[in-house]
């Protein structure tokens, strides 16, 4: 188990994917004080690496965390969590959306990528969350000093309330919306801002904002 020198009450955050949304939450989750591994396909691979983060084999992304948000491309899902050893009673976050070619969604009505993740790691806690809006808002979740909606997803009652304390944490206003079968309406709603700002080009400076 390592010990990094924080406080007893910050979370060991895993993140598997080493792309440009794992590597930004990753300096999220590290300015805010929570130790951060990020996991890989394979360390003996050329990629770059901060000091501040361990780097670890996707594999043993479990070992050491908490909680572990899957980062990789949403139709490649699948083939990056198999494997991953004992994630029996670990907290997921599924940040994915099965996005194919021509930004079509490959899953939705009757499945997500959230209910599909939660299948095959039955025994784990899957929360879908943060897959609404681009890596810039991730980053800087306020518009206008007001804080954007996420909305949260998830099967087990604690570990909900533990992704929302963190999302809460990260600037965010969260919302838990229900179980893992929202996943199938959050993931289309991710649409709207990928269309708006991916497509047409639109500023980043958009996102929801639920009054309630």
Not at 15 to 43: C, M, T, Y
Not at 66 to 94: M, S, W
Not at 146 to 163: D, F, P, S
Request: contains cysteine; aromatic residues 6%; negative net charge.
């Amino acid at each position: 188990m390592r010990n990094n020198g924080f406080k007893e009450e910050n979370m060991n955050i895993g993140i598997l994917g080493n792309g440009v949304i794992g590597n930004a939450l990753a300096e999220v989750f590290h300015k805010l004080g929570h130790p951060v591994q990020i996991g890989v396909k394979s360390l003996k691979e050329e990629f770059e690496k901060k000091h501040y983060i361990e780097y670890v084999e996707g594999k043993d992304i479990t070992e050491d965390n908490e909680i572990i948000v899957i980062a990789v491309p949403g139709n490649k899902v699948e083939k990056a969590i198999t494997g991953i050893k004992n994630p029996e009673g670990k907290i997921f976050i599924d940040l994915t959306n099965p996005i194919g070619e021509d930004f079509i969604l490959t899953r939705g009505r009757y499945t997500s990528n959230g209910e599909v993740i939660q299948e095959i790691l039955k025994d784990s806690h899957i929360v879908k969350t943060l897959n609404t809006l681009g890596v810039e808002k991730l980053i800087d979740p306020c518009i206008n000093e007001k804080r954007l909606t996420m909305m949260i997803a998830g099967n087990n009652k604690i570990a909900n309330k533990k992704v929302e304390e963190l999302i809460l944490e990260m600037g965010f206003d969260p919302m838990i919306v229900g179980d893992i079968h929202f996943s199938r309406y959050l993931e289309p709603l991710a649409m709207i801002w990928i269309e708006m700002v991916r497509k047409q080009g639109k500023s980043f400076e958009n996102g929801l904002i639920w009054i309630r």
